[in-house]
């Protein structure tokens, strides 16, 4: 059985740094309604990525 080794993090940077810190201090949570869970992913480049993939798919 072949184990496999967890996913390091990437090296954060300090725009990525600046907003995880925004996002665990509830900086972002006051403009979005109750309902919606407070869950999320950890910020990754990965995560990043995906997500500026996805905008810009939107604003073809």
């Known amino acids: 059985?072949?184990?496999v080794e967890p996913e390091k993090p990437?090296?954060?940077?300090p725009g990525t740094a600046e907003l995880e810190a925004v996002?665990?201090?509830g900086g972002f949570w006051?403009?979005?309604p109750e309902g919606v869970p407070r869950v999320?992913?950890?910020?990754?480049?990965e995560l990043l990525e995906r997500v500026l993939h996805r905008l810009r798919r939107g604003a073809e």
């Not at 990437?10 to 940077?13: E, G, I, N, S, V």
């Open 1 to 3: 059985m072949c184990e």
């Open 10 to 13: 990437a090296p954060t940077d």
């Open 23 to 25: 996002i665990h201090a």
């Open 30 to 32: 006051r403009l979005v």
């Open 40 to 45: 999320y992913d950890p910020v990754t480049r």
